[in-house]
């Protein structure tokens, strides 16, 4: 698809891979950058060209439907929604408990708020000629992640949606739909599991995701990813062995 001249949203556009999707896409598009904390946005935001700032929360469904109004009034359309915002526990299921609260919380970001802001701004992306949602999953989404069991189910469950979505938005509209899965990323958002020392730079699946955008791959396996990817399915237990080796 054509990636010069849209008017692109990113959700957790104030820091790691969505703040490196915003360089990377800024220079030939408009970019919105959402998160919920606006001083965080616009230091991000102040070195950039093109990048403008909407402070909101996506688990809230008052602030998606400003969200949506804000978008429509002062830059009249969307042509690409990027769900990159998430929300993760690094803990033992059988040992450290609240496994039900953790997952509803990564639930709420990582799965039904991507469903629901695709849903609210579906009427403004058919608008377009040619428009995108890309939803950001994960490794983790195929091969679940011990030390991350309910972020690992949520993006499992984003990943089916995606595919779902891709489905039926093929039939009768111009939404093109893609899935960006990274691996360990070095990012704030992954310290806690290692993403210091053995993560791949934001900015190399920022890369892979404009490279795909253009060439219309849908499915964007980013580094060890398409490895892990074709091992799982491959052999499911001998791949989840090594993954969480």
């Known amino acids: 698809m054509n990636i010069t001249n849209n008017t692109i949203l990113i959700t957790g556009?104030?820091?790691?891979?969505?703040?490196?999707?915003a360089k990377a896409l800024s220079a030939q598009n408009t970019i919105i950058i959402v998160g919920r904390t606006k001083e965080k946005l616009e230091a991000a935001?102040?070195?950039?060209?093109?990048?403008?700032?909407?402070?909101?929360?996506?688990?809230?469904?008052?602030?998606?439907?400003?969200?949506?109004?804000?978008?429509?009034?002062?830059?009249?359309?969307?042509?690409?929604?990027?769900?990159?915002?998430?929300?993760?526990y690094v803990y033992n299921v059988a040992k450290d408990g609240d496994a039900y609260s953790k997952a509803v919380t990564e639930f709420t970001t990582n799965y039904f708020a991507p469903i629901r802001l695709s849903e609210k701004f579906l009427p403004l992306l058919k608008q377009q000629n040619?428009?995108?949602?890309v939803n950001?999953?994960?490794?983790?989404?195929?091969?679940?992640?011990?030390?991350?069991?309910?972020?690992?189910?949520?993006?499992?469950?984003?990943?089916?949606?995606?595919?779902?979505?891709?489905?039926?938005l093929a039939k009768d509209t111009n939404i093109k739909i893609f899935e960006l899965m990274p691996p360990?990323?070095?990012?704030?958002?992954?310290?806690?599991?290692?993403?210091?020392e053995n993560g791949i730079p934001a900015s190399e699946v920022a890369n892979d995701l404009v490279k795909a955008l253009q060439e219309d791959i849908y499915e964007i396996r980013v580094g060890?990813?398409?490895?892990?990817?074709?091992?799982?399915?491959?052999?499911?237990e001998g791949a989840f062995a090594t993954f969480n080796t």
């Open 45 to 88: 935001a102040r070195n950039l060209n093109n990048v403008y700032v909407i402070q909101a929360d996506i688990t809230d469904a008052k602030d998606i439907d400003r969200l949506v109004e804000e978008v429509k009034i002062n830059f009249g359309g969307l042509n690409i929604l990027i769900n990159n915002a998430g929300s993760a």
């Open 136 to 168: 950001v999953s994960s490794i983790v989404g195929f091969v679940p992640g011990a030390h991350l069991p309910t972020y690992s189910d949520s993006k499992a469950a984003l990943h089916s949606h995606t595919k779902l979505l891709r489905y039926e």
């Open 224 to 236: 060890n990813t398409a490895l892990l990817y074709d091992n799982f399915f491959a052999a499911t």
């Open 184 to 196: 360990l990323v070095n990012t704030d958002f992954s310290v806690e599991i290692g993403g210091r």
């Open 130 to 133: 040619e428009a995108a949602i």
């Open 13 to 21: 556009g104030g820091s790691g891979i969505g703040l490196e999707i």
